[in-house]
Nanobody, 124 residues
Framework: QMQLVESGGGSVQSGDSLRLSCTAS????????MAWFRQAPGKEREFVAA????????YYGDSVKGRFTISRNNGKKMVFLQMSSLKPEDTAVYFC?????????????????WGQGTQVTVSS
């Protein structure tokens, strides 16, 4: 069973950039499509970005399109989320997720593996 661990969260100012990382252990990382979700207090888990098994296909939530970039390194078993022009509304716990197969998915229910999350706080 593949396990996921996020890192890179922190507290930043509005307009700053931050890069999140997710490291996988166990399993065959390249067999999985990966995604980032986030959840703010009192809100539902929100899709942020997804990337297919080889990194050739990506998809973004409307609220982060043009500001966030998802990428992966299959050799290092890592997926990244580069976040730029951060806004206070980006404040949330960010989760890395994996789903077996080559398709891109955006619904949290389609993902079977989750990390523990990393907090991102953006102050104005």
């Amino acid at each position: 069973q593949m396990q996921l661990v996020e890192s890179g969260g922190g507290s930043v100012q509005s307009g700053d950039s931050l890069r999140l990382s997710c490291t996988a252990s166990g399993g065959t990382f390249s067999d999985y499509a990966m995604a980032w979700f986030r959840q703010a207090p009192g809100k539902e888990r929100e899709f942020v970005a997804a990337i297919n098994w080889i990194g050739g296909g990506t998809y973004y939530g409307d609220s982060v399109k043009g500001r966030f970039t998802i990428s992966r390194n299959n050799g290092k078993k890592m997926v990244f989320l580069q976040m730029s022009s951060l806004k206070p509304e980006d404040t949330a716990v960010y989760f890395c997720a994996a789903t077996y197969g080559r398709a891109l998915w955006t619904n949290p229910g389609d993902f079977t593996l989750w990390g523990q999350g990393t907090q991102v706080t953006v102050s104005s």
